[in-house]
């Protein structure tokens, strides 16, 4: 088992872990403080925020404590007008640079020996009505990912959905419009990352989305985390959702899912320990795991979802959880 984390996670608390340093803590730093959490395998790098130097190099020092890295994720930030959108910006000349940026960002990806490149296009979309020509916008969308598809086809490019924000609406708000773009796009590198949170935020349900997108497409990514689905939360995974999560970890088993567990938690909102809290969260999904292995030798738990008996499943899933009543 794989598991990966966010990097900008690190810099929680940064007081305390450099207190005679001021500015913000290094790339190396941060996860010179990751490599220190039991049972971290990887880390993924924003692109190009993370990747400062030659991504050899990177990749080799993160090599040298114990990292590896997992994929690259792209992020729109360079220029200002990206806020008005990347790939459907509309200035032909940003949409350009977008798309060369995230050609150059699948490049440093595969330098440092990673064949994953993530693609959150939350600058795309809207905020008011009769703001944009929604075909047009579709078409650009399109363009853009079947471009950076075809830049490198070994490389793998999924497609992170989220309903909004920064934009009041995004373009790939929700599994099954993702799921139309990836059909349009044709492109046979292309895949999904399913947000746990960002899932609640659609109002979907987690394990439902993934088996659509292992019907439709391929899930390429998973990010653990947890929330009240009003926002963008961040919580440690099962804080709030805890039988939904353990859903979904049976329902990507059973679909084959092989990639990492990416935790996209924000200790640094807060200011909580960093290192303790991925290692809790590694901790909580390996406990959720053997609770699945529990549930699958359990053949009452098939019957009771053949018969669409909520009570029975309920009652079996409590059980494995909380171990059987006296």
């Not at 959108?85 to 699948?106: H, K, Q, S, Y």
């Not at 990352?193 to 989305?209: G, I, K, N, R, S």
Request: include cysteine; charge should be negative.
């Amino acid at each position: 088992m794989r598991f990966a984390t966010r990097l900008n996670s690190f810099a929680s608390r940064a007081e305390a872990e450099w207190p005679d340093q001021k500015g913000k803590p290094s790339v190396l730093q941060m996860a010179a403080r990751a490599a220190r959490v039991d049972g971290l395998t990887d880390l993924d790098l924003n692109y190009p925020d993370h990747v400062g130097e030659d991504p050899r190099e990177l990749a080799s020092k993160l090599g040298d404590m114990g990292l590896a890295i997992n994929g690259f994720a792209m992020r729109y930030y360079t220029n200002p007008a990206f806020k008005l959108g990347a790939f459907t910006n509309p200035d032909a000349a940003v949409r350009r640079e977008a798309i060369d940026l995230t050609r150059r960002g699948i490049d440093a990806a595969r330098a440092a020996g990673s064949n994953l490149m993530t693609i959150w296009l939350g600058q795309d979309g809207f905020d008011y009505a009769f703001q944009a020509d929604y075909d047009r916008l579709w078409d650009h969308e399109i363009y853009g990912i079947r471009e950076v598809c075809a830049h490198d086809p070994d490389c793998l490019i999924s497609i992170e959905y989220k309903p909004n924000e920064p934009r009041a609406y995004s373009l790939m708000p929700d599994c099954a419009t993702t799921l139309l773009a990836i059909r349009e796009a044709g492109a046979p590198n292309l895949g999904v990352t399913l947000d746990f949170a960002h899932v609640l935020y659609a109002d979907e349900q987690p394990a439902f989305a993934a088996a659509l997108i292992a019907r439709h497409s391929r899930l390429l990514g998973v990010h653990l985390n947890d929330g009240y689905a009003k926002r963008d939360d961040g919580l440690m995974v099962g804080a709030v959702h805890s039988v939904q999560t353990i859903e979904l970890l049976r329902q990507i088993r059973r679909d084959g899912y092989d990639g990492a567990i990416y935790f996209d938690t924000f200790p640094d909102m807060t200011g909580l320990d960093p290192v303790r809290e991925c290692e809790v969260n590694i901790r909580t999904v390996r406990r959720m795991l053997e609770v699945v292995d529990r549930l699958e030798r359990d053949n009452r738990l098939g019957e009771a979802i053949d018969r669409q008996d909520a009570v029975a499943s309920n009652a079996i899933v409590q059980e494995a959880m909380l171990a059987p009543a006296n």
